[in-house]
């Protein structure tokens, strides 16, 4: 499969912004998509994800609240509302796929297969 991520951009903390990731070459339906990110200077991190099939999210506990993951199967598009910004919460932000995660492990990286190619978020202060 592969994956589009787009959306980012520059926006005031406070402010909001929507991060779509659309997939293109697999059956959509079989897939968990996770969004991860990768602040300046820092290792890449969860952020959350959603099975396609029967929609199970889950997200980085201090996330919970402010981002909000979910789906499109028509479009096979997963979305990712990010609300109240924080400049902390800049980074780059990538969509990944992978097939037969089971729920521990939709946190970890190494669980997916494919990877879109990033969206700049910048959270100005």
């Known amino acids: 499969v592969q994956l589009q991520a787009s959306g980012g951009g520059l926006v005031q903390a406070g402010g909001s912004l929507k991060l779509s990731c659309a997939a293109s070459?697999?059956?959509?339906?079989?897939?968990?998509v996770g969004w991860f990110r990768q602040p300046p200077g820092k290792e890449r991190e969860f952020v959350a994800a959603?099975?396609?099939?029967?929609?199970?999210?889950t997200y980085e506990d201090s996330l919970k609240g402010r981002f909000t993951i979910s789906k499109d199967n028509a479009k096979s598009t997963v979305y990712l509302q990010m609300n109240t910004l924080k400049p902390e919460d800049s980074a780059v932000y990538y969509c990944?796929?992978?097939?037969?995660?089971?729920?521990?492990?939709?946190?970890?990286?190494?669980?997916?297969?494919?990877w879109g190619q990033g969206t700049l978020v910048t959270v100005s202060s």
């Open positions: 070459g697999g059956t959509f339906g079989r897939y968990t």
């Open positions: 959603i099975r396609v099939s029967g929609g199970a999210t």
């Open positions: 990944a796929a992978g097939s037969r995660i089971i729920l521990s492990s939709m946190s970890r990286g190494a669980s997916y297969d494919s």
